[in-house]
């Protein structure tokens, strides 16, 4: 990404490194008075630091105006739908709509100059007062949104950087980021006109502008209910790899860092790619990926299935949680297992664990009256090893954690001998408050935990089916 | 120049006003405003401005005093870099309204293809949504001096691979 391999830096490379860098921290407003000082100094006596300021200005604008998906559509908009003779963008309104946020309806361009003139007047005027009133009502106005429904380790960390661990509700302003973390975490984003966001599990997010619903998705799990918003300021949702632009509807998304799954449960949404501006609209019922370059499609909403399987053949799964990727001394045939690991599980302090990935959204797996949980595995040591299955409720609008589901009696070998063990998943029980059983909620997350010292589990294959004995079966694999 | 004339030119050439009234407000959306404002006056003095060239110079007198009177009516807000260093910016940035944006454009989109991924996403988190140097680190999860020293180099190769670009094409006309 930077020096091209074999250049030699030199003094004037460092002395435009440091330049820079100090550019940087002058636009975060982060150079105490000497610093200000020695940056005016360098910009009046220095042509050379003159030119790299204005080129990283310009260069800066220059991205920003490129690769802004809400700023090229606005452009294209104005495009598609004022073009004057020339090609160009003509009328005082067009003007208006390119070059600010306000939005201006569309005049007549055929318009005498006096109304013209009449007009600028009057739109100056306009935005005199707006901004006056800005000024005059900051605080009020950047509170932008309220923090409710708390549950578990939600924090909000100011655009300082300052971070306040919230207990039962806060007002949100503009560039506070809010982190929820851990899954049985989840807190909602409540704005004044009705729109809420619900944030669930390790989840961050930034609240943009005031003047309009912007939000940055770090990474997470959100599921929205927006209320109508003004065609030209939809709510924006912006992930690492994907812009979501709503108008009013229902929707989930799941953000990673190279990829953002949508599922859109009533009305339609703009899904845009921000590497290359490709771009789909999902109607209800249905739901689009974006990758790096993947093709987007627009699918149905899978139901949610009633088996599921893990075989780590070819590494671990996308996402996995939890766990290290083995090769050696597996059964006949296999060519991967997962190992379990020691770290942090969620907030719960560090255990040894195999976690699969989150899937918040589309769920694991179904359970049926008869549904079973089948591993093959083996343990060096014998001790206990608990099974998680963890949960949401099954509403996808507003789906929250439910709670744990939990194996105690796991199979206490330690031969190092591979078994294939059957359990039925009425086995599990609930060790959160409610009396819902597994077939009500939806399992999102599966773990295999155990305290130390390791007893050396390795699990080559995991699998659930709709049917089985009914009871617990073990079988020794020779 | 007619009011058409001025509203095409502004919007083929709002990237340069956009940097120089950035580098005073310190803020993407304030530089918005300041150029609709701007805009709107120069419509408004249409008859005044002889051509493209002279719309320029004066959109950036313009930009500079119109960007002074928000940051005095906002008292959060300050201006930190002095009047007479904003007057030698002024005619530095002359130096740039002889290049194309269109072209830069193309030469921006073909340099940040070859940034790693890692790379771009950075800018993007940078320039696109507008996040702090504190924010971006929070994010990539490094301390803020890594992202200003990420920042630095991306510039830098930014700079070198645009200046090629646009040397190899001025070698084909």
Redesign the interface.
């Given at each position: 990404?930077?020096?091209q391999p074999g250049k030699v830096r030199d003094d004037s490379?460092q002395a435009?490194?440091d330049f820079?860098?100090s550019v940087?921290?002058?636009?975060?407003?982060?150079?105490n008075d000497a610093e200000?000082a020695e940056?005016?100094q360098l910009?009046?006596g220095d042509?050379t630091s003159?030119?790299w300021?204005?080129?990283?200005?310009?260069?800066?604008?220059?991205?920003?105006?490129?690769?802004?998906?809400e700023r090229q559509a606005l452009l294209r908009r104005e495009h598609d739908t004022e073009p004057?003779a020339?090609g160009?963008?003509?009328?005082?309104a067009?003007?208006?709509r390119?070059?600010?946020?306000?939005q201006r309806a569309t005049g007549d361009?055929r318009q005498s100059?006096r109304i013209?003139?009449a007009l600028?007047?009057l739109?100056?005027v306009a935005?005199v007062l707006l901004?006056?009133q800005w000024?005059g009502r900051?605080r009020e106005v950047l509170t932008i949104a309220s923090l409710e429904d708390v549950v578990g380790d939600v924090r909000v960390?100011t655009?300082?950087?300052q971070s306040h661990r919230i207990e039962s509700s806060a007002a949100i302003k503009s560039?506070d980021?809010i982190r929820t973390r851990g899954t049985e975490s989840s807190a909602v984003l409540a704005y004044a006109d009705g729109t809420r966001l619900t944030l669930v599990g390790n989840t961050?997010v930034?609240c943009?502008?005031h003047?309009s619903k912007s939000i940055?998705v770090?990474q997470g799990t959100l599921a929205a209910s927006v209320k109508p918003q003004p065609a030209e300021k939809p709510l924006v949702l912006?992930t690492?790899s994907a812009q979501v632009q709503v108008l009013g509807t229902r929707f989930q998304i799941e953000a990673l860092?190279?990829r953002t799954d949508l599922s859109v449960t009533e009305g339609r949404v703009r899904l845009v790619r921000?590497?290359d501006q490709e771009s789909v609209e999902v109607p209800d019922g249905k739901y689009a990926t974006v990758t790096?370059r993947n093709t987007l499609l627009v699918k149905d909403i899978p139901g949610l299935p009633s088996t599921w399987e893990e075989t780590f053949e070819a590494g671990l799964p996308e996402g996995w949680a939890r766990g290290k990727w083995v090769t050696d001394e597996l059964p006949a045939g296999s060519k991967g297992a997962v190992k379990a690991a020691w770290g942090e599980v969620d907030s719960e302090g560090a255990n040894y664990s195999v976690g699969s990935s989150e899937q918040w959204l589309q769920g694991l797996f179904a359970v049926q009256k008869n549904s079973h949980i089948h591993f093959t595995f083996k343990t060096e040591k014998q001790g206990w090893i608990n099974i998680f299955i963890v949960t949401r409720t099954s509403g996808s609008d507003d789906a929250r954690f439910s709670g744990n589901y939990l194996l105690r009696d796991f199979p206490k070998t330690g031969s190092g001998q591979w078994e294939t063990v059957s359990i039925p998943l009425d086995k599990f029980k609930r060790i959160h408050r409610g009396m819902e059983s597994l077939r009500e909620v939806v399992p999102f997350k599966l773990l295999f935990v155990f305290d130390a010292p390791d007893r050396g589990l390795v699990i080559d294959r995991v699998w659930v089916t709709p049917d089985g004995p009914g009871r617990v079966v073990s079988e020794v694999i020779h | 120049m007619d009011?058409?004339g001025i509203?095409?030119a502004?919007?083929?050439d709002?990237?340069?006003l956009?940097?120089?009234i950035?580098?005073i407000v310190?803020d993407?959306?304030l530089?918005?405003?300041v150029?609709?404002?701007v805009?709107?006056?120069a419509?408004?003095r249409a008859a005044e401005i002889r051509d493209d060239e002279h719309l320029l110079l004066w959109s950036r007198k313009a930009a500079r005093y119109k960007s002074l009177e928000?940051l005095r009516?906002?008292?959060?807000r300050t201006l930190?870099?002095?009047h007479?260093?904003l007057e030698?910016?002024e005619a530095?940035?002359a130096?740039?309204d002889a290049a194309a944006?269109s072209d830069?454009?193309g030469y921006?989109?073909g340099c940040?293809e070859r940034?790693?991924?890692?790379?771009?996403?950075i800018?993007?988190l940078r320039?696109?949504?507008?996040?702090?140097?504190?924010?971006v680190a929070?994010?990539i999860k490094v301390k803020v001096h890594s992202v200003?020293?990420?920042?630095?180099?991306?510039?830098?190769?930014?700079?070198e691979c645009?200046r090629h670009r646009r040397q190899a094409a001025e070698g084909c006309t």
């Amino acid at each position: 990404m930077t020096d091209q391999p074999g250049k030699v830096r030199d003094d004037s490379d460092q002395a435009a490194d440091d330049f820079l860098a100090s550019v940087l921290r002058y636009f975060d407003g982060d150079l105490n008075d000497a610093e200000v000082a020695e940056l005016n100094q360098l910009l009046r006596g220095d042509p050379t630091s003159r030119r790299w300021f204005v080129e990283y200005c310009t260069r800066s604008c220059l991205i920003r105006e490129t690769f802004d998906p809400e700023r090229q559509a606005l452009l294209r908009r104005e495009h598609d739908t004022e073009p004057s003779a020339t090609g160009g963008h003509t009328g005082i309104a067009g003007a208006l709509r390119v070059f600010g946020p306000l939005q201006r309806a569309t005049g007549d361009r055929r318009q005498s100059w006096r109304i013209l003139a009449a007009l600028c007047v009057l739109v100056g005027v306009a935005a005199v007062l707006l901004l006056w009133q800005w000024g005059g009502r900051e605080r009020e106005v950047l509170t932008i949104a309220s923090l409710e429904d708390v549950v578990g380790d939600v924090r909000v960390v100011t655009a300082k950087g300052q971070s306040h661990r919230i207990e039962s509700s806060a007002a949100i302003k503009s560039g506070d980021t809010i982190r929820t973390r851990g899954t049985e975490s989840s807190a909602v984003l409540a704005y004044a006109d009705g729109t809420r966001l619900t944030l669930v599990g390790n989840t961050s997010v930034m609240c943009g502008d005031h003047r309009s619903k912007s939000i940055v998705v770090h990474q997470g799990t959100l599921a929205a209910s927006v209320k109508p918003q003004p065609a030209e300021k939809p709510l924006v949702l912006t992930t690492p790899s994907a812009q979501v632009q709503v108008l009013g509807t229902r929707f989930q998304i799941e953000a990673l860092e190279n990829r953002t799954d949508l599922s859109v449960t009533e009305g339609r949404v703009r899904l845009v790619r921000i590497r290359d501006q490709e771009s789909v609209e999902v109607p209800d019922g249905k739901y689009a990926t974006v990758t790096e370059r993947n093709t987007l499609l627009v699918k149905d909403i899978p139901g949610l299935p009633s088996t599921w399987e893990e075989t780590f053949e070819a590494g671990l799964p996308e996402g996995w949680a939890r766990g290290k990727w083995v090769t050696d001394e597996l059964p006949a045939g296999s060519k991967g297992a997962v190992k379990a690991a020691w770290g942090e599980v969620d907030s719960e302090g560090a255990n040894y664990s195999v976690g699969s990935s989150e899937q918040w959204l589309q769920g694991l797996f179904a359970v049926q009256k008869n549904s079973h949980i089948h591993f093959t595995f083996k343990t060096e040591k014998q001790g206990w090893i608990n099974i998680f299955i963890v949960t949401r409720t099954s509403g996808s609008d507003d789906a929250r954690f439910s709670g744990n589901y939990l194996l105690r009696d796991f199979p206490k070998t330690g031969s190092g001998q591979w078994e294939t063990v059957s359990i039925p998943l009425d086995k599990f029980k609930r060790i959160h408050r409610g009396m819902e059983s597994l077939r009500e909620v939806v399992p999102f997350k599966l773990l295999f935990v155990f305290d130390a010292p390791d007893r050396g589990l390795v699990i080559d294959r995991v699998w659930v089916t709709p049917d089985g004995p009914g009871r617990v079966v073990s079988e020794v694999i020779h | 120049m007619d009011a058409n004339g001025i509203v095409r030119a502004l919007i083929r050439d709002r990237v340069k006003l956009l940097g120089f009234i950035w580098a005073i407000v310190r803020d993407h959306h304030l530089a918005d405003d300041v150029l609709q404002d701007v805009t709107v006056l120069a419509m408004e003095r249409a008859a005044e401005i002889r051509d493209d060239e002279h719309l320029l110079l004066w959109s950036r007198k313009a930009a500079r005093y119109k960007s002074l009177e928000i940051l005095r009516s906002q008292a959060h807000r300050t201006l930190a870099l002095d009047h007479d260093v904003l007057e030698s910016l002024e005619a530095q940035w002359a130096s740039v309204d002889a290049a194309a944006t269109s072209d830069e454009v193309g030469y921006l989109r073909g340099c940040m293809e070859r940034l790693t991924p890692h790379a771009q996403r950075i800018v993007h988190l940078r320039y696109t949504q507008g996040l702090s140097g504190i924010q971006v680190a929070e994010i990539i999860k490094v301390k803020v001096h890594s992202v200003y020293v990420a920042l630095t180099r991306i510039h830098r190769a930014l700079e070198e691979c645009i200046r090629h670009r646009r040397q190899a094409a001025e070698g084909c006309t």
